[in-house]
Each structure stands twice: as structure tokens, then as C-alpha cells.
């Protein structure tokens, strides 16, 4: 795992290194030194992402930065992000934000789509299944760093995701014991944070390296026998069709989780999903 890590760092390292160029999975290959079919299978295993997926997501997470911390055109922006027009910027830029380039910037708040993926290489040997099960605990405060380390490597998952908002949520959750994490040494492998009034997950996030590991059942078990006993768990979650989804909703609705109410939360379409308690009824207030 280590090698496919420093690897992937390697990639990583160019694709930051050259983000106002037009890059694709054959440009990328040849500057790093690898096979196509080998660079693409190894990133999408590693990072979850295809190389299109990440370096578009990337370009336009700066792009929209530049929008609100900068006075450049827009079509400035547009050449930057490796765009031979504004209109093809526009298109993409609000499939992705929900906003024009305009709209975002008159708006004056940034978010990221996606930060820059940084591993730790530090992850020698993946957990047991039973080690996983097993030391899922409350998250203290000493957990926070790792926490926030956790939250950049998935911030895709969380559209309008607010740092000092999280956090501020994620202190008082660990306080009030509604933060379960699950670790190995320093680095956070999974984050759940839940609302025993609501019955809903607030806040779920598992490494990119455990990502095929079982962990989301490992969670939710844990929850539904332990903590919200004989309650609906509800979440929300990007919308089907939403383009900037990397995958998000078709986890939850491999759970079980099924469609509920459509919602708008921070300017952003969401919609509601529901896991019914196994008793059949909520017992949610």
C-alpha cells in the first residue's frame, strides 16, 4: 500500500504542480512516467476519483476561489482553469455550484469541490474487519486534528462545507458524545456524527484507503443497535443526477436508505434520505 501511495503523491504533485495547464489521463501519464491503464486504475483505487474527475474538480474549486478573492474576468478565469472559452467554463462551473461564475461571485462566499488530495503515508496495513468493528469509539478532543485531516480528504462529499462551521459543530458533538471515530494510530479512518433528537447523521467521512471496506455498515450498525434504537435515521445527500456527487448517494442507497423530501440547504439542492427503524415505525418527535 505504501508504494501505491508514494505513487499516487507523485501525481498528485504534477497535476497541482500544473493546474493552469490543459491537462487529461494522456498528459498526465507521460509526465509522470506511467502507463495510462496503469495511472488511471491506480488513482481511481486510491483516490476514489478518475484522473478527469479530479483534475476537473480541482481547477474549478481554484476557479472559484479566484472568483471570490480576486478581480479577474471571468474569462481570464475561464483561460486559467484550462477552458478555451467562458461559455464551456460556464456550463461546467454550474453543473458543479449550482450558480453561474457571476452568481457565485456576486454571492462572496467561497467553498472548495475539492481540495488538494493529500495522503499520509503512514497507513502501513489495513485494519481487520473485526479490529474495525471493534474500536469504533466516542471521539475525544485530542481526535480533532485527525478530524479535520479526514474532512479535506472527503470534502467532495459535503457541498458548502464551512471549516470554522464544522469545526465549531464537531467540538460540541464530541462534547456531547455524538461523534464516533475510528483510527488507526494518528489518522482518522472513519468520522460519523449524529443527532439523537433528529435521529439523522450529520456528518459521515471514511479514508479514501478503507473506502471498500464495509465501514458505512460497521457505522450505521453500530448506531441503529447502540445509540438510535427503534428510530428512522434520516440524511441528506446530493440529489439524483447531481453531477458533482462522486458517489455519496448510491452508498446510502445501498444501505437501505430511501428517497425522502427534496431540500435546499445553504443555497444547494439536497434531498433527504431515510433508513426505517427495524421495528417498523419511528419514534422520532
Known sequence: ???????????????ENNLTEKLNLSSI?????????HLHRMFVETVGLSIHDYVQ???????????????????????????????????????MYKKTPNEYRMNEEFY???LRFDLIQTVKQKLSQQEMEENI????????????????????????????EYLTELERGILEQRVLILTDNTIAIALMSINYHTGSIDFFGVHPLYRKCGIAKL???????????DKDISVTTFREGDKADTGYRKTYK???????????????????LVLFSKNGGSTNE
Open 57 to 95: 474538480r480541482r481547477q474549478l474549486t481554484e476557479s472559484a476561489k479566484l472568483l471570490v478573492f480576486s478581480d479577474k474576468s471571468i474569462l481570464e478565469i475561464s483561460l486559467i482553469a484550462g477552458y478555451e472559452s467562458q461559455q464551456a467554463f460556464t456550463n461546467i462551473f454550474k453543473q
Open 219 to 229: 457505522f450505521l450498525d453500530k448506531v441503529m443497535n447502540e445509540l438510535l434504537v
Open 1 to 15: 500500500m505504501v508504494n501505491k501511495v508514494e505513487n499516487i503523491i507523485t501525481v498528485i504533485n504534477y497535476i
Open 112 to 114: 472548495p469541490l475539492q
Open 254 to 272: 445501498e444501505l437501505g436508505f430511501a428517497e425522502a423530501e427534496l431540500l435546499v440547504e445553504f443555497g444547494y439542492p439536497t434531498q433527504k
Open 137 to 164: 469509539r466516542f471521539a475525544t478532543t485530542t481526535d480533532i486534528p485527525a478530524c479535520l485531516e479526514l474532512a479535506y480528504l472527503v470534502i467532495d462529499g459535503f457541498p458548502n462545507l464551512n471549516e470554522n
Open 29 to 37: 501519464a507521460m509526465g509522470v512516467g506511467y502507463s495510462k491503464y
